[in-house]
């Protein structure tokens, strides 16, 4: 793949992501050494930096790597924000609510294996509302995990989230665990092949 093409899907992964994007995993995802994906983070942030019809920036931290607006662009992101937090939920959210409810806390990766699609955009509506929050991950110093706000509780008028509906039952509902089993299984082989592949320094 060419360097072109290489810049444009670190973009891609980096907006589909919706979360920060640990290095290495980028690395394996574009098939890069380090000093390559250095090259093309470089890249892709003088790109979008001096196109003034961009309203996307490249920011690196201690989670890894994210696309973000622009801060001059704020004042419509804002707008923006105010109206979907006026807006009811989607069936999406609320099925990406529910599974949160009665599995949390549980990572992003699992959701997306229960539901079987991305749910980037819906988890940055419900943080938004307020109706989730993110948390560390112990097994996953670059991951989150999600679980229900007070807010959220509250909403439905109990304190705890086993107050919900057959909550033992859903929790603990086998083709569920199977679906999380299989996703958590497929993460450790993919970290395990990444440890083997890092270079040592």
């Given at each position: ?50 196109d003034e019809s961009s309203g996307l920036r490249v920011i690196q931290h201690a989670g890894g ?137």
């Amino acid at each position: 793949m060419e360097k072109k093409q290489l810049i444009g899907a670190l973009e891609a992964a980096l907006f589909v992501s919706g979360e920060p994007v640990a290095l290495v995993r980028l690395e394996k995802i574009l098939d890069t050494t380090p000093t390559e994906l250095a090259e093309l983070l470089t890249a892709l942030q003088e790109k979008l930096e001096h196109d003034e019809s961009s309203g996307l920036r490249v920011i690196q931290h201690a989670g890894g790597v994210s696309l973000v607006t622009k801060g001059v662009f704020a004042p419509f992101m804002e707008q923006m924000t105010k109206a979907a937090l006026q807006e009811t939920l989607s069936r999406a959210a609320l099925e990406v609510l529910a599974i949160i409810a009665y599995r949390a806390p549980i990572a992003r990766s699992e959701i997306e294996a229960i539901r079987g699609v991305n749910c980037s955009f819906t988890l940055r509506n419900l943080l938004l509302r307020d109706l989730i929050e993110r948390i560390g991950n112990p097994q996953d110093s670059r991951g989150y995990l999600y679980q229900p706000t007070f807010k959220f509780l509250q909403s439905l008028g109990i304190s705890s989230i086993v107050d919900l509906p057959d909550f033992e039952t859903l929790k603990n509902d086998e083709r569920l665990l199977r679906l999380i089993e299989q996703e958590k299984e497929l993460t450790q082989s993919e970290s395990t092949d990444t440890s083997i592949e890092a270079p040592v320094v």
